[in-house]
């Protein structure tokens, strides 16, 4: 079999050594064709159960021994292996492996470029984190991995029931609105998910995920100005494989997980299901309320099937639903403007940001995230060609319940509540067929169709007595419909040097029905019960206005990139990279009302230019690896979410509105580092600098221009580190078995949350640090283990979110303190 590698360690899980399969061998009832041999500048960014248990029949129990190979599905792999992309053994995961530990890095396998590659043969820059090192590292969300990557952040001011910000490289959207798709492109299963807050979702039984830096317009698609990420789960196979996990931690968490899979009918169908649900009990006092928040259930579940229909055909079924029910997390007022009112129902103001986080004062919120969606893999060859398609239907429906939070006083006479709800639908379809990669030139054509539909209505109101706008209702409904073809092709000069080059033909429209109603003067709303405002039939007597307006637009954009390769050695590869990127144009969510007169804003596409060199390299017989890129990027008609004063000219509020507001430049550099200096004991780190600014960026404050040309982008660190370790002894007989400790940190200087006023204390960050600890005793039967862990381990107190509120108050949310844990993982 060739190389075959333990893999039990922290980091042995993010870089897999893999499998040597020769022409004609099979394993694990995955075959190889005998003919062919194939098979399935400045300072700048990032310093580094037991429920679900099925009365499934399960014939052979744990797999023992070494490290079980992993057969991936590439584009060149025989059709029947195409579907099951690498699906390892559970009894062979990281915590309950052999002691013995690999003795090579980068073999990991990916398909960043829609086929399988070595990761270090792939001239892209790409992280890859592998299912065992999230599992050992405790990654319960998707945006829990943007700790792990350089140049990555993913903070969600509202913890898991807000979209998180997607950052790579200083691209990103600090905008929350829910009609707008953001510059980073999140997938599940290569299936793209538009609506942001369905980005975050609970991780569990995790094959890998693959981040992606820098636009991948060619084979991704729109909305990848910043780059990719692809969430790829455990495929079924046909081996009887599973586990279950309990686990618990302070402020009242539980977690259990639990997956199983395995041949329902031998070499013809196999079938997999995966589960994990948590809840918590809150760890900020809410003094208004008397409970904690954020208390909530967050559960997910998959299930899968694999059809081998015959030699040449091969169809995946996946089906998967997510549910969050709970309350946010806390936020809290630090300082409040001049003037300005405090109606956030926070008391008592707290002065300059003071940063706390218990107790706090709030309303009673509720919230309700459910989530559902299917798709359908399919692979054929066609001779030497193969065809891939991939349906897929996702949905989510939103409900986002704030009450007010103190009775009304003389202290805080304005009570607000908002609401808001959302149905979400969208169709995606995908084909590519492409050449075997083993051809000199080699090419994979292919096209894309997206369709969605969004119905969203917003709610917020004022509790008399009142000196503000007492009802506001903002319906929106929106249809987005685009259709894309693309193409990629590699011409292999030498043994060597190789070209590569692509191009993306997108068009888009956008159409959207926008409404506004809204009571006249203060306090002449009449709510039948003030206890369920919302509903429009709770208004009892008001004089209501009511705009409506209705727009719709079309763009299409080529975007292209241009990549040669050489490798100076078997281990050492430099490529350059020309590339571009689009993000799509899109409508502002509400009808903005400015001298009387009401318009629904517009913004154009955002563009990107992408400048890179790259190198890959491996040393000491692949026990270092040492891989950096530095690039330059050039953005146009950048879409900002910018804070201005109110448009009806209420002192001391403002207002949030999309705009092109500015161009943009980033210079930036990146370091990744692994090493095995010993074979128990695994290092790694990443090193990002970032110097991003915005250019031609003049936009107005009320009537006052403003230039912030030369200000730096929002929410994008100069310098962020990550590094990490894990280290694995064996325990001495009688007991047996093996420890491992594994800790990873990370880095982040300074940012602005505001991208015009950028000399306001309150609306940015200082640098910090983050570090989580775990240790896993695993037993020698390899069928269970039992893992401590600490994370925020220095129990940091941290800002992910200040902005100025309409109505001149901060509202600042904190990251969450140290959580203190233990779980238990029985296999086989």
Known sequence: MGNESDNDNFLGKLVQ???????????????????????????????????????YSLVGHAQTGAQAATVPSGENADVKSAPAATAPKRAARATAKADTAPKQLGAVTVTAQRREQKI??????????????????????????????????????????????????GIGSN??????????????????????????????????????????????????????????SQKPTFDYDGYAKLGIANYGTRQIEAAVGGPIKEDALAGRVAFRCDETSGYAHNNYTGKNQPDYSDCGGRVQLLALVSSNFSALVNAHFARYSGTASPSYPIGINAGG?????????????????????AGYSNVTNDTAGASVTLNYQIGRLKLTSISAIETAHDDILQQPGTPPSPR??????????????????????????????????GYMYFDSSLDYQSVSATIAPSTRTAYLSQPLHQADQSNAFFGSATFNLTNRAALTGGVRYTRETKTVQESRLASGAAGS???????????????????????????????????????????????ALVYGRFATGFRSGGFNPSIVVANGVASIPVAQPETLTDYELGIKTAWFDKRLILNAAIFDYQLKNLQLNVQTPNPAGIPNQTTSTLQNAANGKIQGLEFELQALPTNNLRLWAGL????????????????????????????????????GLDYRVPVPE???????????????????????????????????????????????????????????????????????????AYPTALGEPRYVGVNGTFRW
């Open 175 to 232: 905008d929350p609105s829910v009609n707008l798709e953001g510059p980073i492109g999140i997938y599940q299963d290569d299936v793209f998910i538009a609506l942001a807050s369905s980005q975050v979702f609970p991780i569990y039984d995790q094959q890998r995920v693959e981040v992606l830096r820098g636009p991948q317009g060619t084979l991704w698609g729109k909305n990848t100005t910043g780059g990719a990420v692809n969430f790829i």
């Open 688 to 723: 990002g600098f970032l110097n991003a600014h915005y250019t031609n960026f003049v936009t107005y404050q009320g009537t006052q221009q403003v230039d912030a040309s030369g200000n730096s982008f929002y929410r994008t660190p100069h310098t962020t580190i990550t590094a």
């Open 734 to 808: 009688p007991v047996g078995g093996s420890l491992l400790f594994s800790t990873d940190w990370s880095y982040r200087s300074g940012i602005y949350y505001n991208a015009v006023i950028q000399n306001d204390p309150v609306q940015k960050e200082g640098g910090y640090t983050l570090g989580n600890v775990s240790l896993t005793y695993s037993a020698p039967s390899k069928k269970w283990d039992v893992t401590v862990y600490v994370n925020n381990v220095l129990n940091k107190s941290y800002v992910i979110l200040s902005q100025v509120a309409a109505n001149g």
């Open 17 to 55: 050594v893999k499998y040597d399969l020769q022409p004609g061998s099979r394993l694990k009832n995955w075959p190889v064709d005998a003919a062919t041999g194939l098979r399935p500048t400045h300072r700048l960014t990032h310093i580094a159960l037991v429920t679900l248990l099925f009365a």
């Open 341 to 361: 009112a405090d109606n956030y129902g926070f008391i008592p103001s707290y002065g300059a940001n003071p940063q706390i986080g218990d107790p706090f004062y």
């Open 412 to 445: 805080v006479p304005n009570q607000s509540g908002t609401y808001s709800h959302t149905d979400f639908r969208q169709l995606s379809q995908e084909l590519r067929l492409a050449s075997p990669q083993t051809d000199r030139l080699n090419w994979l054509i």
């Open 525 to 571: 709303v009449v709510f039948n019960n003030p206890g369920t405002w919302w509903p429009l039939s709770a208004v009892g007597s008001s004089t209501l206005s009511s705009t409506s307006l209705g727009a719709s637009d079309s763009w299409s954009q080529t975007t292209f990139d241009l990549t040669p390769q050489y490798k100076l050695s078997e281990d």
């Open 120 to 169: 270090q043969d792939v001239p892209v820059p790409i992280t890859v984190i592998s299912g065992d090192y999230m599992e050992q590292g405790n990654i319960h969300n998707s945006n829990d991995i943007a700790r792990l990557v350089p140049n990555f952040s993913a903070q969600s001011s509202g913890g898991l029931t807000s979209k998180p910000r997607w950052f790579l490289r």
